[in-house]
C-alpha cells in the first residue's frame, strides 16, 4: 500500500505527539509512533500507557494501514526536511517502509500493529457519562504556566503530584502544592451548576504545555480518564485516584499586614542574596518595618559571609521579621515577574503569607501560599 | 583601606577573569580572585596554575592591598547589580571585606594574599628575549573558529592537545589535528624573517575565545610561556613543550578530482542521514560520478533501516565511492557554513581528502584535511 503527504503537515502532526513517546522505557516499542491510516485519515499515536497522545490528518491512500515507526528516526529525518511532498510505500515482505522524495529515499523498518500495547480509548463527544466542558487557550495556558511549577516531585502522596481542576458554581479552581507553597487560580468565567473535581496528572499537563496553541480545549472527563481535545492532537490520560488534600483549610483568612512590591526587582535581590548562603534551605530574612527602610539579608553561619538589600515596596501592619526558603521564593517570584505590582498579606512570622496580584483581570483570582522557615532555624 | 569602583567597570573586568578561574579543583584557593592594588590600579588575577589571566582597572584607593576573594560569590553579585558605585572596605580584624552602595551591604570574607599560590610573571614588552607580535581580533577569532575544534581530546601525545602557532616568512599558520583530521589556516599578512614555532595549549585558547574582541592582540612568546595582550587583560599560559607532528608530510599534493558543493546544504543531508545509523561511526558514503547525481548514503546493519539523499553540486574526476566519519564531517562542514561553496579535493578513497573554500580573502589559505574510512568496513 502507499500514500502521500506533504511533509511540513506530516512534520507538525509528528511534533505534536512527539512529546508523549517516552525515551527511556524498558517496554521498546513505546518508544514508536502507532500509524492508523483509515479512509484516509493518518491517526498518529504515541503513549507511555499512563497517557497517550493523538494527531489526525489527512493524507491520499490507496488502502488502509497500521504500523509501528521509530518515532525518534521518522521525527529527526521529517523535521529537517524542505516543504516537499513525500511517498510512502509499505514493502510488507521485507517489513520496511520507503520514503521516497525528490531528493531522497529512505527506507525505515516497522512492527507490526499487534505488537502495540492498547491504546486507550479516547472518550467520544457523545457520551453522556462524560462531563465535558471547554476552556480557551490563554486561559489554560496562563493556569499551567501558573501552578505546575508548585506540583509535588515527591510520591508518597500521589494526589500532589497533580493538579487539581475543581468545578464549582464559583467557576473553575486549579490548586497545586507540594506542602511548602500552595496555588489556587479560579476562573470565574467557567461556572458549573454540578460541583466536580479531578486530580490531572502533571505528566499530561507538562504535555498540554506543550502542544497548546491559542484556540479551544475541549476537556473530557470520566471517572478514571482525562482528555484534552485541541484542534489537531488529542491527549488522554489516567486521572490520579487519590482524594486531593483540603486545601481551604490551608488558607489563613486574617492576614491583615500588607506588603507590596514589585516582583521582579524584589526577585533579582534575593537571586542575588542567596549566592553568599552555603545552606541548601537558602534562608533569607525579611525586616518588615511600616516606617523606614524594608530589608532583606541572608547569612552564611560557615564562612561568615553576610548580604543585605534594601527592598522598594510599602508596608502596612505591625513590625516584623519574617523569613522564607529562597528556593521558593525565586520560584514563585519568578512564575509572578509579568505582574507589576504584588501584595503579601501576612500576620504572624510562623503562619502562612499569601501573595496576590494588587490588580488582576476579571474572572480571575489567583493566590500563592507560601509557608515561611523558622526564624530561629 | 577601602576603595571605590564603578559596578559596571568592576564586572567587566571580572567577567574576563572569571573564565581562568577552576571551578572544581582540589586546590580550592584557586576558586578565587587574586586582589592586588597598587598605586590606584587594581589588578585582577585568575589562576589553575597552567595558565593565568589578569584584568586591570583604575580605582580610587586610599592605599594598596592584596587579598583573595571568593570568584563566583563576587562576580555573582557585581554581575547582576544596576550601574552604581560600589564601596569596598577592608575589615582587617574581620577578615571581611564590606560592599556598600545605596541599596544593599554585603560582608564577603578573604584570604590573605600570601596563601595564594604563585601567578606566573607576565612578560614585560620591553625584554628583548621575547618573540613578539601583533595580530588583528577578526583573525584571531576566525583562526580559533576553524581550528580549536580539530584539537585532540586524547593525552597521549600531548602535542596535539594545542594549537601550532607557526611563523615563517610565508606567514602565520595555525594548524590543529587530532589524528582524523587537520587543519591548516596560513595568514599571509603575519610574514616574519626568523621562523618560530610553538604549541599553544587548547585551555587558554578556549579562554582566549571568551574574552577576545575586534582589538589588536599582542602575543609574546618565551621558551616556555605564551601571553596574549588584550585592550583590558593579558592571558598567559604554559607552552606545550612537545615536538608538533610533521603535518606536512600528511596533505596529499596530488588530489587533482575536485567535488564542489555548498557546505550547509550538504550538512543537512549528513545530519538527516546518519540519524538511521546505530554504529557509533556513523559512515556516510559518498557516490561521486562526474555525470548523473551525487548521492550519499548510510545504512544501518542491524535494523536494516537506509537513508539516501542526492547532493547538489559538481563533480569533475574519475567516478569514485569514498565513506567518512559522519561525526567528524558534521564537524568540518559546521566550521565551514560561513561559506557558499567549497572545494573537496580527492584522488582514491583511502587517501585523504582536502577541503577549502573556492573564493578566499586575501592573505588567508584555510585547509581542512580529513581522513576517509575504509569502504568496506
Redesign the interface.
Known amino acids: 500500500m502507499n500514500f502521500k503527504v506533504n511533509s511540513k503537515e506530516l512534520e507538525k502532526a509528528l511534533s505534536k505527539v512527539f512529546p508523549a513517546v517516552p525515551t527511556k522505557t524498558p517496554v521498546q516499542i513505546l518508544e514508536n509512533f502507532y500509524f492508523d491510516i483509515s479512509d484516509g485519515i493518518l491517526s498518529i499515536y504515541g503513549t507511555d500507557l499512563e497517557l497517550a497522545a493523538k494527531a489526525t490528518l489527512n493524507v491520499v491512500a490507496d488502502s488502509d494501514f497500521k504500523g509501528v515507526i521509530s518515532a525518534?528516526?521518522l521525527y529527526?529525518?521529517v523535521r529537517?526536511?524542505d516543504d516537499t511532498l513525500l511517498y510512502f510505500d509499505v514493502l510488507e515482505d521485507?517489513k520496511?517502509i520507503k520514503i521516497t522524495w525528490e531528493?531522497?529515499?529512505?527506507?525505515?523498518?516497522y512492527i507490526s500493529a499487534q505488537e502495540f500495547p492498547e491504546i486507550p480509548v479516547f472518550p467520544s463527544a457523545e457520551d453522556e457519562s462524560v462531563f465535558s466542558i471547554s476552556i480557551n487557550g490563554p486561559d489554560m495556558k496562563y493556569a499551567i504556566e501558573k501552578t505546575l511549577f508548585a506540583v509535588s516531585k515527591e510520591s508518597f502522596r500521589p494526589a500532589m503530584m497533580g493538579v487539581l481542576f475543581e468545578f464549582s458554581e464559583e467557576g473553575l479552581r486549579f490548586v497545586s502544592t507540594d506542602g511548602h507553597r500552595l496555588i489556587s487560580l479560579l476562573f470565574k468565567n467557567y461556572s458549573v451548576e454540578q460541583p466536580e473535581s479531578y486530580v490531572v496528572s502533571s505528566d499530561v499537563i507538562t504535555i498540554l504545555q506543550k502542544v497548546l496553541d491559542d484556540g479551544e480545549i475541549k476537556m473530557f472527563f470520566t471517572k478514571s480518564h482525562v482528555a484534552f481535545r485541541l484542534n489537531d492532537i488529542e491527549l488522554i490520560a489516567r486521572l490520579i485516584d487519590e482524594r486531593y488534600p483540603d486545601y481551604k483549610s490551608i488558607i489563613p483568612l486574617e492576614n491583615e499586614y500588607d506588603f507590596s512590591f514589585n516582583p521582579s526587582r524584589l526577585l533579582?535581590?534575593v537571586?542575588?542574596v542567596i549566592?553568599?548562603v552555603s545552606d541548601p534551605l537558602k534562608k533569607v530574612n525579611f525586616n518588615l518595618v511600616e516606617e523606614g527602610d524594608i530589608e532583606i539579608n541572608t547569612d552564611d553561619s560557615e564562612?561568615?559571609?553576610?548580604?543585605?538589600?534594601?527592598i522598594s515596596g510599602s508596608y502596612k501592619g505591625e513590625d516584623m521579621k519574617i523569613a522564607f526558603n529562597g528556593n521558593y521564593l525565586i520560584e514563585i517570584l519568578t512564575h509572578l515577574s509579568d505582574l507589576e505590582q504584588v501584595s503579601m498579606k501576612l500576620r504572624m512570622p510562623n503562619k502562612p503569607v499569601l501573595i496576590s496580584p494588587v490588580e488582576e483581570e476579571e474572572n480571575r483570582e489567583l493566590t500563592m501560599l507560601l509557608m515561611p522557615l523558622r526564624l530561629n532555624v
Chains 1, 2 share one sequence.
Open positions: 525518534r528516526k529527526d529525518t529537517s526536511l521485507t520496511r531528493k531522497g529515499e529512505y527506507l525505515l523498518s533579582s535581590s537571586k542575588r549566592k553568599v564562612m561568615g559571609d553576610f548580604a543585605m538589600e534594601k
